[in-house]
């Protein structure tokens, strides 16, 4: 569809991995592009979580590998990855009683020695998250009274005082009304135009997705069946071929990116 | 982040306090430190009224003198040195480590029902010592001598040491998952109760009344011999389980987001409920499977603590205070002095069923 893009510092080589038994992912091979956004799309269970986890060392290769500058994971310490790249899993959970600013303090951890638990250093960067996410007058308040949106940006906030390059979010807006949705993804959008951080995100909103990354990957049972810019991949044919659904592309009215119109599923009900 | 040190807010933080100094920099939390002082104060009360009244109630000068040395009175003297003294030594390692035991298991498993009685730590303890005593009992005195004095210690540390080794083998699938280790636990733990009643069947009446009591959970008759070594590998076991703590935060994060951090969350856990498992073992071994201490002991010092998970140190001295007051009032509330079991049954039930309905109220 479009020339490969440039090495990225973080890739996938010919990675398999699977839970169980049984490969979810095999064979894949993926270069993440520096300094952008990128969303992986596709249906229930095409192993798009399953790549965000082994790209984060979250699940080991069962063959292949993730090379993070050159080099593969297993050959990092995991404190090392934990300073280039940062992880928010699925709907995490924290302790009920952990405040805003506690959780996020726990983004220093791998900068961190016994005899220095959170330096004056540390409180700044932990202040300027909270600032990047709006969460300062939230700080000491504990995780769980908040609502579903600030609750993500305080996860969110927690990555950003990781000071890492790289940001994976697996469907940071699962649960969140519209409007919660957008703001979480205008903040990752922000991270990256601010910041320049990579980020990779898997998102299930197609729509939204085109809007808001510059590069997407669609994945198909354990494969890659076409990325590239929001314009390239979001097409009626590859909406079919993917996701098995008729539907029109149009361009939405304020930046002309691919916005899907379902026509159906094909189911005769 | 790109922003100049200049202009980076420099709000301190409400809830999360530290003391620099130079490059060192410690968090600390104001109301755990205060109510570990205060549960200080109160574990050296506690254990002042075990030694004067657990048995035939002693003055406190007397005992005081009595312990340092004074033998003027030397009926005194023995019993406060000899017998009330290891009793209480006893007492205190059986709470502090059977508690901080199920801090951390508590933690690592994120779960207020995950302590080692459930775990089958203790249950399994129990299975070495009964096996012992119905092997090597029998006759109108029940087990004493060596079998006695090593053999049903060293068996009942083995086997709890098994036992969650066994847990921890079974509930190993490329990784630990806690609500199969709370499965498999429960699992050893059903195997380990019915076979140590299977043994009970076999033995005679002695050695079985002997085992019963034991299995209860008693402190009569625990000497220095016993006691003294105890307390030199609960020592040890109680400041590597406190060292540890700060990492169990993490690891409440679940799995995923402390990898993300950095930790090695497999080496962690494992470390982590080894001392569990060698804490429980040892408490088991001073003074039987004593129920309720291990569950209740470090939510009660959350709840005290304001912490976000069981602070080990603060459970360790509340599960102190705690088999300390059971045992003083063992000893005094009936006609009959009654084994410490009885009493932290007695309080710990209401508390267990208190923690299925309002845990489960928060599941559904």
Redesign the interface.
């Known amino acids: 569809m479009t020339e490969l893009p440039l090495p990225g510092r973080l890739r996938a080589e010919s990675l398999t991995l699977g839970y169980?038994g049984r490969d979810i992912i095999s064979g894949l091979t993926l270069s993440v592009p520096d300094a952008k956004v990128t969303a992986v799309i596709g249906p229930n269970g095409c192993g798009k979580s399953t790549l965000l986890?082994g790209l984060?060392?979250?699940l080991p290769p069962r063959s292949g590998r993730v090379t993070l500058d050159g080099e593969p994971l297993a050959k990092l310490?995991?404190?090392?990855?934990?300073?280039q790249l940062?992880?928010?899993?699925q709907t995490?959970?924290?302790?009920?009683?952990?405040?805003v600013?506690?959780?996020v303090?726990?983004?220093r951890?791998?900068r961190q020695k016994w005899?220095?638990?959170?330096?004056?250093a540390?409180?700044?960067?932990?202040?300027?998250?909270l600032?990047?996410t709006d969460l300062?007058d939230l700080?000491?308040h504990p995780v769980e009274e908040l609502s579903g949106g600030q609750r993500q940006r305080a996860w969110i906030s927690m990555?950003?005082a990781?000071?890492a390059g790289i940001l994976l979010l697996d469907e940071p807006t699962t649960y969140l009304d519209l409007a919660h949705q957008v703001e979480v993804l205008e903040l990752v959008r922000g991270l990256n135009r601010?910041?320049?951080r990579t980020v990779v995100m898997v998102l299930h909103d197609i729509s939204l997705a085109a809007r808001y990354s510059d590069h997407m990957v669609a994945m198909k049972a354990g494969r890659i069946v076409a990325q590239g810019t929001p314009a390239e991949v979001v097409t009626p044919d590859l909406l079919q071929e993917v996701f098995g659904l008729a539907a029109q592309v149009v361009p939405e009215p304020t930046e002309g990116r691919p916005h899907v119109i379902p026509l159906g599923a094909g189911l005769r009900v | 982040?790109?922003?100049s040190?200049a202009d980076?807010?420099?709000?301190?933080?409400?809830?999360?306090r530290?003391l620099?100094l130079g490059?060192?920099?410690?968090?600390f939390r104001p109301r755990g430190l205060a109510v570990g002082a205060v549960l200080l104060v109160l574990l050296v009360a506690a254990m002042a009224v075990h030694l004067a009244h657990g048995g035939t109630a002693l003055a406190y000068p007397d005992v005081l003198r009595a312990m340092f040395g004074d033998a003027t009175d030397a009926k005194i003297h023995l019993a406060v040195t000899e017998f009330r003294a290891p009793r209480m030594v006893a007492a205190v390692i059986a709470g502090s480590c059977l508690a901080a035991a199920g801090a951390v298991t508590q933690t690592v498993a994120?779960n207020p029902l995950a302590s080692p009685d459930v775990l089958g730590v203790t249950a399994g303890a129990s299975l070495g010592a009964v096996a012992v005593l119905i092997a090597a009992g029998g006759g109108a005195a029940g087990l004493s001598g060596a079998a006695a004095v090593v053999g049903m210690p060293l068996a009942a540390f083995a086997a709890g040491v098994a036992s969650g080794v066994a847990v921890y083998l079974l509930a190993y699938?490329g990784g630990i998952d806690s609500y199969r280790l709370v499965l498999v636990g429960l699992g050893i733990n059903g195997f380990a109760v019915s076979l140590t009643t299977w043994l009970l069947t076999l033995g005679d009446v002695t050695s079985a009344a002997q085992a019963l009591t034991w299995m209860m959970g008693s402190l009569n008759g625990k000497d220095w011999p016993l006691v003294a070594p105890m307390l030199g590998l609960a020592a040890g076991l109680l400041t590597a389980a406190a060292a540890g703590g700060?990492r169990l935060?993490?690891a409440?994060?679940?799995?995923?987001?402390a990898?993300?951090?950095?930790?090695?969350i497999g080496a962690v856990r494992l470390t982590m409920l080894s001392i569990a498992v060698l804490l429980a073992s040892v408490g088991t071994v001073v003074a039987g499977p004593l129920v309720f201490v291990a569950l209740a002991s470090p939510q009660i010092a959350r709840i005290l603590t304001?912490?976000?998970?069981p602070p080990v140190a603060a459970s360790a001295l509340t599960g102190a205070v705690f088999v300390l007051l059971a045992d003083t009032a063992a000893a005094n509330a009936l006609a009959l002095p009654l084994p410490v079991g009885v009493v932290t049954s007695v309080v710990g039930a209401p508390y267990l069923i208190y923690l299925i309905l309002r845990y489960q109220r928060r599941l559904t």
């Open positions: 169980d986890r984060g060392r979250l310490s995991t404190r090392h990855i934990a300073t940062s992880v928010l899993p995490p959970s924290a302790p009920s009683g952990l405040t600013a506690d959780l303090s726990r983004g951890h791998p005899y220095q638990q959170f330096s004056g540390d409180q700044a960067v932990v202040a300027e998250a600032a990047a300062l700080a000491d990555t950003l990781q000071e601010r910041h320049g | 982040m790109s922003t040190v980076r807010p420099q709000a301190a933080f409400r809830s999360v530290v620099r490059p060192v920099s410690v968090r994120r699938r700060s935060l993490l409440s994060l679940g799995d995923d987001t990898v993300g951090l950095g930790t090695r304001g912490a976000v998970v």
